[in-house]
């Protein structure tokens, strides 16, 4: 098969864009305040309760707007302005940070309460993520998307450690209500960045756009390029969550280790994940976008076949890393692929259908793993899940197949000018 031709990848950082500098850094203030609330919510009910149960249920809370609500906060990023949904939904949680802080200072706060706050938030969240995501094209060049994408996956891996940190900092120094406080304050960072912003794709856009959600549905589903691309996105992400799900029962009954044997897998997964990103850049200019991607997912079913056989520790600490080195690197090209592919009308559209693919199955990948660990080895549960990255790279043939003939499914590719508008320079923009 012939390698389809490809935007290639510029030498300047995304970080040269004035826009994209106040839209990462607006991300991260957000994403660093999730995982605060998401840490001090769990202690939280945790110590009121003494329910891992309840803890689960606060975590769910937080999963099922996924569900719920990231289609329709599709449909609103393709009819209305995208920077405007950000905002009003930024502006939503910080009302629901209120709630929380403000019952947390007067003694009020229960973990029913915190519960329904995290579904408010996740519902914030699900609403404007794929609107925040369709922005991208408008704000850095075709030959950045993907490396842009990447750069926003160390935003969240940053926001991870940022937000858990502060929150075992604040609890210790302080109380329940600082941390609830200061997750209310960092949805200011989203607010401010969309008011810095000036995509002008975005501030001159009147698509008519069609239909709704089902619409959207149908428009994927009769794609031969954007369905693979979000099966392929599901296949890696149900690979890495059987890795979370199974390395505590690895850990213990085949490895018989301690159990600060888990952490240590899963910090060296989220090493592999963060260098991954990391080079992302460097090796997405010197390596063909197809030959990276099948090495990614062959990186994954390595890993997981690795770890599935191994009897050490050291030898599991290893096989992790190859795991969040391939999610690293097939995520920001699949991403990349659906904002690059995906005509304006139907990109936010698209992206929902992403967002659910990346985080609202993650319950159901971890229930499947933890299912078949019930009755089967969890080595074994690690080696069947191999077999997910490797149909992924049979998804990618045909995803790029697709490319080459440059169909999207029975609607024609948007000419340049229509995907992607030609951008005024801001102010401070390089």
């Known amino acids: 098969m012939d390698e389809p031709v490809e935007p290639s990848p510029s030498k300047r950082s995304p970080f040269r864009s004035r826009d994209f500098r106040w839209y990462w850094a607006g991300g991260l203030v957000s994403n660093a305040g999730t995982w605060l609330q998401n840490v001090s919510g769990s202690v939280y009910v945790l110590d009121q309760t003494h329910s891992t149960l309840l803890v689960g249920v606060l975590n769910l809370a937080t999963f099922i707007p996924v569900f719920l609500f990231s289609v329709p906060g599709g449909v609103l990023a393709d009819r209305y302005d995208r920077r405007v949904i950000v905002t009003l939904m930024s502006l939503a949680s910080i009302g629901f940070g209120l709630v929380v802080t403000i019952c947390s200072v007067t003694g009020a706060l229960t973990a029913w309460t915190l519960i329904a706050m995290a579904f408010c938030f996740g519902s914030a969240y699900s609403i404007s993520k794929p609107a925040m995501t369709a922005m991208l094209p408008a704000i850095v060049p075709e030959s950045d998307i993907a490396h842009a994408t990447a750069i926003n996956t160390l935003q969240f891996n940053m926001g991870q450690i940022a937000g858990s940190s502060l929150s075992a900092l604040l609890l210790a120094v302080a109380s329940y209500s600082w941390a609830f406080g200061v997750n209310t304050l960092s949805f200011v960072g989203p607010i401010v960045a969309m008011m810095m912003v000036r995509p002008a794709a975005e501030s001159r856009r009147k698509t008519a756009m069609r239909g709704g959600g089902r619409e959207g549905m149908r428009f994927v589903l009769r794609s031969p390029v954007i369905l693979p691309i979000l099966g392929a996105v599901i296949l890696s992400n149900a690979a890495v969550e059987c890795l979370r799900t199974m390395t505590p029962a690895f850990s213990e009954r085949v490895l018989h280790a301690p159990n600060s044997t888990t952490g240590v897998i899963i910090a060296a997964y989220s090493v592999g994940a963060t260098a991954g990103v990391a080079t992302f850049g460097l090796l997405s200019r010197r390596i063909p976008g197809y030959a990276l991607l099948v090495g990614a997912f062959v990186m994954q079913a390595a890993g997981l076949l690795g770890s599935g056989l191994s009897r050490t520790t050291w030898v599991s600490v290893v096989c992790a890393v190859p795991v969040g080195l391939g999610i690293a690197f097939n995520i920001p090209i699949l991403s990349g692929g659906l904002l690059r592919l995906s005509p304006d009308e139907f990109r936010g559209r698209v992206m929902s259908f992403f967002n659910i693919a ?35 790279i049979r998804l990618s043939r045909v995803t790029y197949s697709a490319l080459q003939q440059g169909d999207l499914g029975g609607t024609n590719r948007p000419e340049p000018s229509s995907q992607q508008p030609a951008r005024t320079t801001a102010p401070g923009t390089s």
């Open 358 to 392: 990346m985080l609202g199955l993650r319950p159901l990948f971890s229930l499947t793993a933890g299912g078949l660990g019930s009755f089967l080895s969890p080595g074994v549960v690690l080696i069947v899940f191999m077999c997910f990255p490797l149909v992924a």
